[in-house]
């Protein structure tokens, strides 16, 4: 969760990535300013590191405008699979930016329980 600077000593240690490799997933509140998103991304993306923007759906400054500049920052985009199926502002918001061409991966949140990613074939 950025909801503060990332410090640099967690970008230096690939520990804290996924899979040790350079890819970072990171998050941000629901309601985070467009600036403070760019700022974070503009910080992981200097270090040659690549952020992860999980679940992008979710977050109210996440227009396509905004995310097809975070990608041209070296930034990757992920959606959460059950959203693409739900009647809800985030669920317009998947599918919006996915037909748009933003979206890189598909997960699910699944947090030891039986979300799945198989709802976005509904979608597909």
Known sequence: MLDQPLPAAVLDDRRFSLARSR????????????DSVTKALEMICSSGAVPVIAHVERYDTATPENV???RQMGAKTQV???????DSARGRNARLLTSHGLID???????GDERSITLAKQFF
């Open 23 to 34: 890819y970072y997933l990171v998050e941000f509140y629901t309601s985070v300013a467009v």
């Open 68 to 70: 097809r500049f975070w």
């Open 80 to 86: 959460d699979a059950r959203e693409y199926v739900k």
């Open 105 to 111: 991966m598909t997960a699910s949140d699944n947090h």
